[in-house]
């Protein structure tokens, strides 16, 4: 992954109306570990990974990077967010180089289901909106996810493509700079 870009890191703390957006700190490494270790949080993303390695991994400040956001529910973390470069050799792009802005997200299982996702993914797309005026984002996920496919269109992220990556059907989409523009001008931004 390169760097998000030029832009002041981290931003001051994202308020929405029930979450905080911010950047992380010591007191996140126990949500950090239970995150990574997760089986329904490593459903769709490779599995979750060993406790005691990530014990030994994780270090006393994780996440601390441009680019993620924790996001914190009455002072706990209870997610993050992430927009990150997507690598130019991975499938799935909108630029003939590639290089393009990814939204990633991972919520602790007892946060699932009561929008959390789709109201910080909301704020962070309005900050980076904010941020890179005029620059597109793209999301990739498992087709089988069906929550993540609805909160890609609840967000407004069109389909571009479907490829084979990770041994499962990928989903690929993106969302343009301006998500009100009329939906033949979103897919024009993908092409």
Not at 1 to 19: F, H, N, Q, V, Y
Not at 37 to 59: F, H, K, Q, W
Not at 65 to 90: K, S
Request: overall charge negative; glycine content about 12%.
């Amino acid at each position: 992954m390169t760097e998000l870009g030029p832009s002041t890191w981290p931003p001051a703390p994202i308020r929405t109306g029930r979450l905080v957006l911010r950047e992380s700190e010591a007191r996140d490494r126990t949500a950090f570990i239970e995150l990574f270790a997760s089986p329904e949080v490593g459903t769709y993303i490779g599995g979750a990974r060993s406790r005691d390695e990530l014990e030994r991994a994780v270090p006393e400040v994780p996440g601390r990077r441009p680019g993620l956001f924790v996001v914190d529910l009455g002072g706990a973390m209870t997610g993050m967010i992430t927009l990150d470069r997507r690598d130019a050799e991975r499938p799935g792009h909108v630029r003939p180089d590639g290089g393009e802005a990814e939204l990633g997200y991972m919520f602790l299982p007892q946060a699932w289901g009561y929008g959390y996702a789709a109201e910080a993914c909301a704020a962070a797309l309005d900050w980076f909106g904010g941020a890179f005026p005029g620059e597109p984002v793209v999301l990739c996920t498992q087709t089988a996810n069906d929550r993540a496919m609805r909160l890609a269109a609840k967000l407004d992220f069109t389909e571009v493509e479907r490829f084979e990556e990770y041994g499962a059907e990928q989903w690929f989409g993106v969302r343009s700079a301006d998500p009100t523009a009329p939906d033949d001008a979103r897919t024009s931004a993908a092409g």
